[in-house]
């Protein structure tokens, strides 16, 4: 399962970080499935725990994501969503497709 950092809305004046966009990714080589979501935040820039902007990393602002939501719950739907697109793969019956229109071997 892999997390990230779309977008952040952050105040001018200090930095602060207000809204994250985030999104939660699952895949199986050929298939993907993902769930986006939107965190706001309220923090205080004189915080001795406070990170300026610029020094923010991904890795952080996914933190602070998880701190905010049921992380379990998205992961297990995200899952979810990803095993009902395999299942669906493994049970059609028909294909389509030009047999000399393959993709050349590499």
Do not use: C, H
């Not at 602002?61 to 395999?86: N, T, Y």
Request: a positive charge; glycine letters at 4%; charged letters at 30%.
């Amino acid at each position: 399962m892999k997390w990230k950092i779309e977008k952040m809305q952050r105040q001018i004046s200090d930095g602060l970080v207000i809204k994250i966009n985030y999104r939660v990714i699952a895949n199986d080589k050929e298939l993907v499935s993902d769930k986006r979501g939107v965190v706001n935040l309220t923090g205080d820039p004189s915080s001795p725990d406070f990170i300026s902007y610029q020094d923010l990393k991904e890795i952080d602002v996914v933190a602070w994501v998880k701190s905010e939501v049921d992380v379990a719950a998205i992961e297990a739907e995200v899952q979810s969503i990803l095993d009902a697109k395999v299942a669906a793969r493994s049970a059609r019956q028909t294909t389509s497709g030009l047999p000399w229109k393959r993709k050349p071997l590499q």
